[in-house]
């Protein structure tokens, strides 16, 4: 892990980070709306709560968990029924090899459909029907130019990408759900479109991706753009509060926007007065 305190130039933040790692107990955290006519379907919509290097990990990813949060806020709201369960679940342990996702992978895919006890009603995992990861939802600013820097200002092609894995073995399944993202975006999204892309990768949504339909949503793709220079806020000292602007931040809220619009259609939920 970057520990590097003295790269981080705010003192405030170094203090931050000052207390040093150690291996102990994984802490998860996630809770789940119950569906009224099938609560043993379930949709998992989640981000990873850990981040990286010396900073304050507001994209990576703050953002995501924001996000999380605020749909399942929204879910939770009265008045709001769904007929499927949804689970909103926060990870630990992403950025030391997506070690909190593949232990719940591990720990409870076998548990998935099973009421407990029998006759109760009470599923403690529903089987799951789709798993959607959000992780770094706000910086869209185009590729580095020739000497390495990128543009500080969201380019005006600025999008959400929703990601499946072309070689995963439900990649048919995973295409058809990122499909309904993507057309949910088209009708509800007020600034940015979205897209679909098939390389899905190094998030939470990997160790899922062979058991049930798995997408990500993040602010471009993992591999070809992060991965290529394309966000000089990625684990690094950059990750803080006054690096990301208004432009950045409507980027999350339009990720918010794809997630809150099909994951309603797909759990069937109603509002009444």
Not at 88 to 104: D, H, I, K, R, V
Not at 148 to 175: C, H, K, Y
């Amino acid at each position: 892990m970057n520990r590097d305190l003295e790269a981080q130039p705010d003192e405030r933040i170094r203090l931050l980070n000052a207390q040093e790692p150690v291996d102990g107990p994984r802490s998860e955290v996630y809770c789940t709306k119950i569906g009224a006519t099938r609560p043993d379907e379930m949709y998992i919509v989640s981000a990873h709560m850990d981040g990286h290097g010396v900073n304050e990990a507001v994209n990576d990813d703050g953002s995501g968990t924001a996000l999380v949060m605020e749909l399942a806020r929204i879910m939770s709201a009265p008045g709001v029924e769904t007929e499927r369960s949804i689970r909103f679940a926060l990870w630990n342990n992403e950025e030391t090899g997506l070690n909190g996702s593949s232990a719940y992978v591990e720990q409870r895919k076998d548990l998935q459909g099973i009421e407990e006890p029998a006759g109760s009603g009470n599923y403690p995992e529903p089987t799951w029907l789709g798993m959607i990861q959000h992780d770094m939802m706000l910086w869209d600013h185009g590729a580095p130019r020739a000497d390495g820097t990128v543009s500080w200002d969201q380019r005006p092609e600025a999008d959400v990408n929703i990601e499946f894995q072309s070689v995963s073995n439900l990649a048919d399944d995973s295409m058809r759900l990122a499909f309904v993202f993507k057309a949910a975006a088209d009708a509800y999204n007020t600034d940015y479109p979205a897209t679909v892309g098939p390389h899905m990768t190094n998030t939470d949504s990997t160790p899922f991706m062979n058991e049930v339909p798995s997408i990500s949503l993040r602010e471009n793709e993992r591999g070809s753009h992060t991965g290529g220079g394309w966000n000089p806020t990625w684990h690094s000292p950059l990750d803080v509060w006054t690096n990301f602007t208004d432009k950045d931040f409507r980027l999350g809220l339009n990720a918010a926007q794809t997630t809150l619009a099909a994951v309603a259609k797909l759990t069937g939920a109603t509002v009444s007065d």
